[in-house]
């Protein structure tokens, strides 16, 4: 079975990267005003010549390792396969045992939306597996909502603890518990977590395991922190959000050379892969209506537009074509701040539409560094915690295509 090494593994990353930083590291918004200066001309062509099944193909190789073209030019072919080794990793060893011997699977995990039944329904077995072989006392579910992790591992004996912040959430988890009969009560506890002192209101002394599964921004560092300080605690993260970290919970292990910027750290956010090949053309039209809102603003106004005039707009969620009129008709009130209005679509047609064309091309190439980025975050959490003395592991646990946000630490107090 594939191994990590997590330090080999972190530092050849960052080194890579940093070899690298000129095609995911733009200046300005997919490398405006001047978006291909760094993209290799045969890479271009090579964009320009391919269909959107092709496109599609080689966007989702880091998650299928499969499919690339005879005729892609060497050097991208290299990139690419570099970008697959390098953020490669084992899966988490599951067994579907629980789901067969446990009802609440059948009656109510896998009767869930489909990403959050194949979610419990992996992570439910592994982590039950873990409290009844490391005989765990205090099962700790952070930000859990309304506990469908606690209640897929509620056939263990342990104390079982539930966290969040919203009091109307925990009271649906223990109502769960109840109406399904579970042998014991869910603990239920109202905590808005800012800082890693929220374990200290539990008073842990006997062996524990926190989890947490797509815990948002800094919560997840939180939760590391406090599991890094308590011996008695075993962790099991799954990051999410990460553009909403902040600098001071970035570069935790000291060995990352680049400061991650908010467009770098919505990069990691990019799909794994593509539920459909018209999920992965619908997103590259949208972007390139995007791309050109932020062109007109710069052209009308010679400044850079503020993130929250481009979230205004309406992008459709099915975008056949790049109609650019018809995107204005749908958002005419927000357009009316361009004056003259009428110069818009003449504008568009004579400066902007090529350049905002050629700003997807930037990043679509630039999307192809997503895992590593998102990686190069787990990579140095996993390291730090490693530090503290916790045999460490980062593994795979689900379907990219059904839960982009895959990866998880796993660290044991042994």
């Given at each position: ?228 300080k308590n011996k008695d605690v075993n962790l099991i993260n799954f990051g ?175």
């Open positions: 079975m594939l191994t990590v090494d997590i330090h080999s593994q972190l530092k050849d990353l960052d080194e890579f990267l940093d070899c690298h930083k000129y095609l995911w590291q733009p200046k300005m918004l997919a490398g405006y005003p001047d978006p291909l200066r760094n993209i290799p001309e045969s890479w271009v062509t090579f964009y320009r010549n391919s269909s959107i099944d092709q496109l599609c193909d080689l966007s989702v190789f880091k998650s299928t390792g499969k499919d690339l073209l005879c005729d892609m030019p060497d050097s991208l072919r290299q990139l690419v396969e570099n970008l697959f080794q390098l953020c490669d990793l084992p899966r988490a060893n599951i067994s579907s045992d629980l789901i067969e011997e446990d009802d609440i699977y059948k009656k109510q995990i896998l009767k869930l939306s489909v990403k959050k039944a194949h979610e419990f329904s992996l992570l439910g077995p592994y982590i039950k597996e873990h409290l009844d072989r490391l005989k765990i006392k205090n099962f700790i579910d952070v930000g859990g909502g309304k506990g469908f992790l606690s209640l897929a591992v509620s056939s263990c004996t342990c104390r079982q603890i539930l966290i969040d912040q919203n009091r109307n959430l925990l009271n649906k988890g223990k109502g769960y518990f109840k109406r399904w009969k579970r042998s014991k009560d869910l603990e239920c506890h109202e905590i808005f977590i800012d800082s890693d002192l929220f374990l200290d209101n539990f008073m842990l002394t006997e062996k524990s395991l926190i989890a947490g599964l797509h815990l948002c921004g800094d919560l997840s560092v939180y939760q590391i922190s406090a599991a890094s999410c959000c990460y553009h909403r970290i902040s600098a001071s919970n970035l570069n935790l292990s000291g060995m990352c050379r680049h400061i991650l910027r908010p467009t770098d750290l919505r990069l990691a956010l990019s799909p794994f892969a593509y539920k459909s090949m018209d999920t992965f053309s619908n997103n590259q039209i949208k972007n390139h209506y995007r791309y050109a809102l932020y062109c007109l603003y710069q052209y009308f106004f010679n400044e850079v537009p503020a993130k929250s005039f481009l979230n205004k707009f309406d992008y459709p969620v099915i975008a056949k074509v790049a109609d650019f009129s018809e995107f204005i008709d749908i958002n005419l009130n927000n357009f009316n701040c361009f004056n003259p209005m009428n110069r818009v679509m003449k504008v568009y047609e004579d400066k902007i539409s090529e350049l905002a064309s050629e700003m997807e091309i930037f990043e679509f190439f630039r999307r192809l560094f997503s895992r590593a980025i998102e990686l190069y975050i787990i990579l140095d959490r996993a390291k730090y915690i490693e530090n503290k003395g916790l045999s460490t592991e980062v593994l795979q646990f689900f379907d990219g295509r059904v839960s982009p946000r895959n990866i998880g630490i796993v660290a044991l107090n042994l």
